[in-house]
T-cell receptor, first 115, second 113 residues
Framework: DTGVSQDPRHKITKRGQNVTFRCDPISEHNRLYWYRQTLGQGPEFLTYFQNEAQLEKSRLLSDRFSAERPKGSFSTLEIQRTEQGDSAMYLC?????????????FGPGTRLTVL | GDSVTQMEGPVTLSEEAFLTINCTYTATGYPSLFWYVQYPGEGLQLLLKATKADDKGSNKGFEATYRKETTSFHLEKGSVQVSDSAVYFCALSESNAGNMLTFGGGTRLMVKP
């Protein structure tokens, strides 16, 4: 088990460009979460999937953001027409969710800088 | 909505000192409570958790007890080491709310030799 992996680790882009991040969860984890963390703050929830279904989206997830999890394995998070305010660390977490509370394991994150 | 409040840092201690980082929460139901740690240059790691009232989570010498009456989950360690220097996040999740985590703002701990 290699843990949750994210790619790329760092992304620098110009305002207005589109970016896509990938998350590979721990194998057999059916739940996958995306969070955003800005400098000096705690992570904030963006969205989560159970298998391939996107079950919850935060109000933080504007129309420029879209997430997918085809086949219930890896997930992608795309940001269209990036803005400087999108600069943050994007964290992915996975868990094996059952009836009760599960434990989420985090990846190393993708740091996005929008110039 | 749910929220988590933790003491602001940085907290600066000498090696072998006693550590307390306060955490209080507001939740609509019966949350599970977590402490995550973020070492410099690394990702978030689960430190400990408690899923019901009066449960004590413990790991690596750290402890926290789920206190429903005071809605608190304070982190303690009897003797800190330089290697404990990191940012600590208190968090909660509710199983009837998709289990997404709600985090506090984090507390930076600096331990000096």
């Amino acid at each position: 088990d290699t843990g949750v992996s994210q790619d790329p680790r760092h992304k620098i882009t110009k305002r207005g460009q589109n970016v896509t991040f990938r998350c590979d969860p721990i194998s057999e984890h059916n739940r996958l979460y995306w969070y955003r963390q800005t400098l000096g703050q705690g992570p904030e929830f963006l969205t989560y999937f159970q298998n391939e279904a996107q079950l919850e989206k935060s109000r933080l997830l504007s129309d420029r953001f879209s997430a997918e999890r085809p086949k219930g394995s890896f997930s992608t998070l795309e940001i269209q027409r990036t803005e400087q305010g999108d600069s943050a660390m994007y964290l992915c977490a996975s868990s094996f969710g059952g009836r009760y509370t599960d434990t989420q394991y985090f990846g190393p994150g993708t740091r996005l800088t929008v110039l | 909505g749910d929220s988590v409040t933790q003491m602001e840092g940085p907290v600066t201690l000498s090696e072998e000192a006693f550590l307390t980082i306060n955490c209080t929460y507001t939740a609509t139901g019966y949350p599970s409570l977590f402490w995550y740690v973020q070492y410099p240059g690394e990702g978030l790691q689960l430190l400990l958790k408690a899923t019901k009232a009066d449960d004590k989570g413990s790991n690596k010498g750290f402890e926290a007890t789920y206190r429903k009456e005071t809605t608190s989950f304070h982190l303690e360690k009897g003797s800190v080491q330089v290697s404990d220097s990191a940012v600590y996040f208190c968090a909660l999740s509710e199983s009837n709310a998709g289990n997404m985590l709600t985090f506090g703002g984090g507390t930076r701990l600096m331990v000096k030799p």
